[in-house]
């Protein structure tokens, strides 16, 4: 009922800063929370940022705070990840995703749909 595309991912140097943007498409984008996770080779998929329906509410993974923001704009339909003083541990494949329901925000099983994925690449 949504589709979701990501795109802004690259290689970047330590300290430097990236834009994510994830477009969606389909069942009314406002109606959704959404959320960023991220998965490096080897590792578990770990939570980064969601945001509510509103952008009122937003929360972070400790990992991020103070780093990364997280925006939505309903009228584009589209949501942002803003990654600042960015380390070589940020280095992931960086997912959007959207739910609509009951909703653990840093619990990815929560999510009912995801996009493909970026890649994001910071060196040292």
């Known amino acids: 009922q949504v589709q979701l595309v990501e795109s802004g991912g690259g290689l970047v140097q330590a300290g430097g800063s990236l834009r994510l943007s994830c477009a969606a498409s389909?069942?009314?984008?406002?109606?959704?929370?959404m959320g960023w996770f991220r998965q490096a080779p080897g590792k578990e998929r770990e939570f980064v940022a969601a945001?509510?329906?509103?952008?009122?509410?937003?929360n972070y993974g400790n990992s991020v705070k103070g780093r990364f923001t997280i925006s939505r704009d309903n009228a584009k339909n589209t949501v942002y990840l803003q990654m600042n003083s960015l380390k070589p541990e940020d280095t992931a494949v960086y997912y959007c995703?959207?739910?609509?329901?009951?909703?653990?925000?840093?619990?990815?099983?929560?999510?009912?749909?995801w996009g493909q994925g970026t890649q994001v690449t910071v060196s040292s």
């Open positions: 995703a959207a739910s609509l329901g009951p909703l653990n925000y840093y619990n990815s099983v929560y999510y009912q749909y």
């Open positions: 389909g069942r009314t984008f406002s109606s959704y929370v």
């Open positions: 945001i509510n329906w509103s952008s009122s509410r937003t």
